[in-house]
């Protein structure tokens, strides 16, 4: 030890050592529970998304009929035309497998006996079953199509989860609301739980109004190909436009890879037909586009769209068609909180908050030196 | 600190002793659970995380590209964009048309002369008794001829091909989807998420964001135009020797050309395998024309190109590929040299700070 050297004696808190156990355990405990509850967290997402597109309608219809009945009858109004859209797509999409059932095999067999008998080919399709193994496929087409897949448990395991979802879309529509608020009112901290609070519901109201929106343009991108594959009499038109429509919630290049389907299967069928459906597209490319900057982005939320491919590409990748709509919403929720965000901090509100927050609050005040009469203190 | 006994009066000689408290905010713990539950959301998407960055990472190595175009040209940024990408886009179909039905054809010749090949590999020295002894020609012989029933008996393998033919193209999708949008889009969003923070850190902020922006951006534009100078090489040296697949084997060497120190030697290795088959000569010669280029490029065209952007010891950059490859694959390998290489750049900054005494940027 050196002259002027001090010794530090540390001293750990056992309030530290319990927090840092606290963190182990429940760490360790979300990890676990992540683990065997992903699914059901993915439907309780998948409810609240549900909830917030659905809870404008409600309310309105809250006006006139208690808020419980609403949510019931918005519900019910919204599975009976997915009831509607699924019936019409399955005898679609029957028809058109029944159709390719004698088309498809007919013309593998047609390649078979083309080729020569020791061709590689051939003796792939033969010895492998091709032609057998594909009916067997296109036979599953359906089920695969609506349910998603073609094991019966499975299906019956998907129709019980959405159920679940429907059931857990009421309770968040009469009570999402109220859940929400009490898990903002766990903010003790003043400043913040309001900046909190705008936020929130700057995310609630630019994702609901920019899905909305953007469904509804999927919609009538699914409707005008739909229309276009009937009037150019292309096979299995209403499943084209569902697919058309589900493809332009991707931004960029989704609507154009929605309507190739139909385009190739038109000028298949007639090269002319393809052109009138290529000059479909082209028209209907530039009205969602001025339908988008005009109506979607003035008034719900500008979202970035990076933020929302990356969104909607791992909504698909998780959970489908549903899964997109939920990536819609989500990057236009971030999108609306972003916003907010920004103008609560160029006013200072939120940098304040986040401040306050961030820095620890100051130590112990050290204690006042007593102070004395002036005389005194000469004389000492 | 009025609960603690106060330290004990030191001995004789000793110095003073003070106490120094440790002691956990409750918030840390709820930043500290944030973290847990932003990782557990990102390992259950590693197949999002995977395309997404080499989107990232395909408009990092494009940006340059399209700046030049706004800077030479005048274009708006979407304009410019359009035009690289869809450059980009013609010459990957134009490549595609003119070159993925040559090499189908040649697919069927190669079932039949690898056998014949692998015979001729029995008068090598060294090898080709083990090559003989172990019956490695017979191997290969009834591998191909057993092909259509292990498809046919195999339930999923027919599957399996499909899907991963779907998976392929997804991802291709996929990665040009981000890469256009990352592009036309990035720096707005990387603003706009900037802007949130305090002004103080904004310029903290964009002074780090510029130095790993220049950082990352080079390696992938030079990494990328360097396989590009790959692949047209390796797909000459094919032509010119009548290899099999040659362009195929070109796109494949620039592919991997991308993942340093051992990128090279798996497109050599490819290009020499499938030399073999039209004759020991032309592989051995494909084999010394291939390492010529790979000292060319080694010692001309990478100094040049990336030689400024990135300066890590081999030692260092061969072990964070092993890492990175280790840890994701292909992905893990392509990225760990620059991520190795901002941390440099990050620490470099630090040190010549600390050194300097200079303040933080206000």
């Known amino acids: 030890m050196q002259g002027n050297a001090e010794r530090v004696i540390i001293v750990v808190r056992p309030r530290a050592i319990l927090l840092v156990v606290a963190l182990v355990l429940v760490?360790?405990?979300?990890?676990?529970?992540a683990e065997a509850a992903s699914e059901v967290a993915q439907r309780v997402l998948v409810a609240g998304v549900l909830a917030c597109l659905l809870r404008p309608l409600t309310l309105r219809l809250a006006r006139?009929?208690?808020?419980?009945?609403?949510?019931?009858?918005?519900?019910?109004?919204?599975?009976?035309?997915?009831?509607?859209?699924?019936?019409?797509?399955?005898?679609?999409?029957?028809?058109?497998?029944?159709?390719?059932?004698?088309?498809?095999?007919?013309?593998?067999?047609?390649?078979?006996?083309?080729?020569?008998?020791?061709?590689?080919?051939?003796?792939?399709?033969?010895?492998?079953?091709?032609?057998?193994?594909?009916?067997?496929?296109?036979?599953?087409?359906?089920?695969?199509?609506?349910?998603?897949?073609?094991?019966?448990?499975?299906?019956?395991?998907?129709?019980?989860?959405?159920l679940l979802v429907t059931i857990l879309t009421m309770f968040t529509i009469t009570r999402g609301h109220q859940t929400v608020l009490g898990g903002l009112g766990l903010i003790g901290h003043q400043r913040l739980r309001g900046s909190v609070e705008r936020i929130v519901r700057a995310a609630y109201q630019g994702g609901t109004s920019y899905t909305l929106r953007t469904l509804v343009l999927a919609v009538a991108s699914g409707v005008v190909a739909g229309l276009a594959a009937q009037v150019l009499e292309v096979p299995a038109p209403s499943v084209l436009g569902l697919w058309a429509g589900m493809w332009s919630l991707i931004p960029v290049l989704g609507l154009v890879i929605g309507y190739l389907p139909v385009i190739g299967l038109a000028a298949a069928e007639q090269r002319s037909a393809g052109v009138t459906a290529l000059a479909v597209l082209v028209v209907w490319l530039g009205l969602a586009a001025l339908a988008r900057r005009r109506w979607i982005a003035r008034h719900g939320v500008d979202v970035s769209a990076l933020l929302l491919t990356l969104s909607v590409m791992g909504g698909l990748h998780v959970g489908r068609a549903t899964g997109a709509m939920v990536g819609v919403f989500l990057a236009s929720a971030f999108g609306g909180a972003l916003a907010e965000a920004r103008?609560?901090?160029?006013?200072?509100?939120?940098?304040?908050?986040?401040?306050?927050?961030?820095?620890?609050?100051?130590?112990?005040?050290?204690?006042?030196?007593?102070?004395?009469?002036?005389?005194?203190?000469?004389?000492? | 600190m009025t609960d603690l006994p106060p330290p004990p009066p030191p001995a004789a000689g000793e110095p003073p002793a003070r106490h120094l408290v440790i002691d956990i905010a409750p918030r840390s713990v709820v930043f500290g659970l944030l973290v847990v539950v932003v990782y557990r959301l990102l390992t259950e998407i590693p197949a999002v995380l995977i395309r997404t960055s080499l989107g990232v990472f395909l408009a990092l190595a494009l940006d340059p590209v399209v700046d030049a175009v706004m800077r030479r040209i005048g274009l708006r940024r979407a304009a410019a964009v359009t035009l690289v990408v869809g450059g980009f886009l013609a010459g990957a179909g134009a490549f595609g048309v003119l070159a993925v039905p040559r090499a189908v054809n040649q697919l069927s010749q190669v079932g039949a002369q690898v056998p014949g090949v692998i015979s001729d590999l029995d008068d090598l020295p060294i090898v080709g008794r083990a090559i003989?002894?172990?019956?490695?020609?017979?191997r290969v012989r009834d591998f191909l001829d057993n092909l259509p029933d292990t498809l046919a008996t195999r339930d999923k393998a027919l599957q399996g091909i499909v899907q991963s033919t779907g998976d392929g193209l997804v991802t291709v999708f996929w990665v040009l989807l981000v890469a256009i949008t990352a592009l036309l889009d990035g720096p707005r969003l990387a603003h706009s998420l900037r802007?949130?923070?305090?002004?103080?850190?904004?310029?903290?902020?964009?002074?780090?964001?510029?130095?790993?922006?220049?950082?990352?951006?080079?390696?992938?534009?030079?990494?990328?135009?360097?396989?590009?100078?790959?692949?047209?090489a390796v797909t000459t040296i094919g032509l010119a020797l009548g290899t099999p697949l040659a362009p195929l084997v070109g796109v494949w060497s620039g592919l991997w050309n991308i993942v340093p120190q051992i990128g090279g030697f798996m497109g050599g290795a490819t290009l020499v395998a499938l030399s073999l088959s039209k004759g020991l000569g032309t592989g051995l010669a494909?084999?010394?024309?291939?390492?010529?280029y790979q000292q060319f490029e080694n010692h001309v065209i990478q100094p040049v190109i990336t030689g400024r952007t990135i300066k890590i010891s081999p030692l260092a950059n061969i072990t964070a590929v092993l890492a990175g490859a280790a840890a994701g694959g292909f992905v893990g390998a392509l990225l760990a040299n620059p991520l190795l290489a901002i941390g440099k750049a990050f620490f470099s900054e630090y040190q010549q700070r600390t050194e300097q005494g200079l303040p933080r940027r206000r």
């Open chain 1, 27 to 33: 760490a360790l405990g979300f990890l676990v529970i």
């Open chain 1, 343 to 380: 103008r609560l901090n160029l006013t200072g509100e939120l940098g304040r908050g986040l401040d306050e927050l961030f820095t620890l609050p100051p130590a112990e005040p050290a204690r006042p030196k007593p102070v004395l009469p002036p005389g005194q203190a000469r004389a000492t």
């Open chain 2, 132 to 138: 003989d002894e172990n019956g490695i020609d017979e």
């Open chain 2, 286 to 292: 494909a084999a010394a024309i291939f390492l010529v």
């Open chain 1, 64 to 162: 006139r009929m208690p808020l419980g009945v609403a949510a019931v009858l918005t519900v019910g109004v919204v599975l009976a035309g997915f009831a509607l859209v699924t019936a019409v797509e399955i005898r679609d999409l029957v028809n058109e497998t029944n159709r390719l059932k004698v088309d498809v095999p007919a013309r593998i067999e047609e390649l078979r006996l083309d080729l020569e008998p020791d061709h590689p080919v051939r003796r792939w399709i033969e010895e492998s079953r091709v032609e057998p193994r594909v009916r067997e496929w296109l036979g599953q087409l359906p089920a695969r199509v609506v349910l998603g897949t073609d094991n019966p448990a499975e299906g019956a395991s998907r129709v019980t989860g959405a």
């Open chain 2, 195 to 232: 802007d949130v923070l305090p002004e103080r850190f904004h310029a903290e902020l964009n002074h780090f964001g510029d130095l790993g922006y220049r950082v990352v951006g080079r390696y992938a534009a030079g990494t990328g135009f360097i396989a590009i100078v790959n692949a047209a």
